[in-house]
């Protein structure tokens, strides 16, 4: 019958092994993928490995740093390194591999190295870097001609940003009262999120590069760890990509990111980038104050010689404007009194005209009155002669049907009442019968 034994016996026999088997410690390389301190000031780590070609985890190992060491490694780690120690850094640690018979396998971290950070991180940057000049797109952002004085402006940032309120105030609040058009589209500016979200806002602006001059990325400093999206090629190759310039002040005071160096103009913080943009709107403003003052000058002086030249023209000219003018006097002397004796001359034949055409007009006169009054004198007698009072008395009568005189039977029916006038009498009639002309 097989031997029995106890769980504590079974994992005191694995930690005596353990211990046999790694009695000293040893220098690690891992990534931190979880980290939690406790309130006891403990620190619990998830330590990962990954296969570098894959990017698939090959390795997995809980460590533990205590708070008696914890309170020494971390600020000596982050003073040294300017990294904040936490998830996503590949670290080189110190550790002591312990068995315990109620909490199991663990790792205890004893000293850590932030020189091998720092290569790290330096070595996956330069891997960046030779990569893009491989694709031959390093260059290709900084290619793009700036604008003279960008006003229009695509904004990458977090509103909760430290930099982001300094960027506004300084731009828009500066002191020569140049105007800028400001659209934020928001991003995530650190962790797990940032690079899909910075790729993502770049995105967006694309559809719209006729509209906006430049994009800005600001962000207002933090550890080297909270900015190493800004290293990522993905990043960094969008930007390159970019058709309009992007002007890059991540806050940086003592490291360049990847995103700085393919960007098209690299400030150190937001404030600057305002700054620069500020500065670039005056030095046009200087420039065409400038041209303005020039063009006054030149004009001035293009006026006050043309005057010159104009008046030496006039003291040449004088003289023969005169000899011009005299001769001219003169020949108008002449065409005036010429012109005088003709229009006496006209005047008085026209005077002798009009005498005569008075005469002839009177005598014309005279004869066509004397014709007009013996024709009148005509006419009235043949109207007298034509009066229906002469005509009775000689003998005729007048027939009236209706009170209208009747000049034929046309309008004439059988027992239509008629009245004949003759010079003193009248006689009514009754039609008895209406004989027409044949033909009629």
Not at 76 to 94: M, N, P, Q, R, Y
Not at 309 to 320: A, E, M, Q, W, Y
Request: charged share 25%; hydrophobic share 35%.
């Amino acid at each position: 019958m097989e031997e029995k034994t106890t769980l504590y016996e079974l994992n005191n026999r694995i930690r005596n092994s353990i211990e046999h088997s790694f009695p000293d410690s040893y220098w690690v390389i891992a990534e931190i993928s979880e980290l939690k301190t406790n309130h006891s000031g403990h620190c619990y780590l998830e330590l990962i490995e990954k296969d570098p070609n894959q990017d698939k985890i090959i390795a997995r190992a809980r460590a533990t740093i205590w708070s008696y060491t914890f309170r020494m490694l971390k600020p000596f780690f982050e003073t040294a390194s300017g990294i904040t120690l936490d998830k996503g850094i590949k670290i080189l640690v110190k550790v002591r591999v312990t068995f315990h018979e109620q909490y199991g396998l663990s790792i205890n971290i004893l000293d850590i190295d932030p020189g091998y950070t720092l290569g790290d991180m330096a070595r996956k940057r330069q891997e960046t870097m030779d990569k893009l000049e491989k694709d031959g797109v390093l260059e290709m952002n900084k290619q793009i001609p700036f604008p003279t004085a960008p006003q229009r402006i695509a904004l990458i940032s977090s509103e909760t940003a430290a930099g982001y309120e300094d960027f506004l105030n300084q731009l828009l609040s500066n002191t020569y009262g140049f105007t800028y058009y400001v659209k934020l589209f928001p991003a995530k500016m650190q962790g797990d999120e940032a690079i899909p979200s910075l790729i993502m806002a770049l995105d967006k602006i694309y559809p719209h590069e006729d509209f906006f001059d430049i994009v800005t990325i600001i962000r207002g400093g933090g550890s080297k760890a909270d900015l190493s999206c800004f290293d990522s090629y993905d990043l960094a190759y969008h930007i390159t990509q970019f058709p309009l310039p992007v002007v890059t002040g991540i806050g940086h005071e003592q490291d360049t990111s990847v995103a700085d160096l393919v960007a098209h103009t690299k400030l150190k913080t937001p404030t600057a980038v305002a700054e620069f943009l500020i500065m670039q709107t005056f030095s046009l403003d200087q420039y065409l104050a400038e041209l303005r003052s020039t063009a006054i000058v030149l004009v001035n002086e293009c006026l006050q010689n043309k005057q010159e030249h104009i008046d030496n023209l006039g003291r040449k000219f004088t003289p023969v404007i005169n000899n011009i003018l005299l001769k001219n006097d003169r020949i108008l002397d002449q065409l005036a009194y010429s012109f005088e004796k003709r229009t006496n001359r006209f005047l008085q034949e026209k005077k002798d005209f009009l005498k005569y055409s008075q005469s002839a007009l009177q005598s014309f006169s005279g004869k066509y009155l004397l014709e007009k009054r013996h024709y009148l004198q005509i006419a009235l007698k043949t109207i007298k002669y034509m009066d229906p009072k002469k005509v009775l008395e000689r003998g005729y009568s007048l027939t009236y049907h209706n009170g209208r005189i009747i000049r034929n039977a046309s309008g004439l029916a059988r027992g239509d009442l008629i009245t004949t006038k003759f010079e003193r009498d009248e006689v009514n009639s009754k039609v008895e019968k209406v004989i027409r002309e044949r033909g009629k």
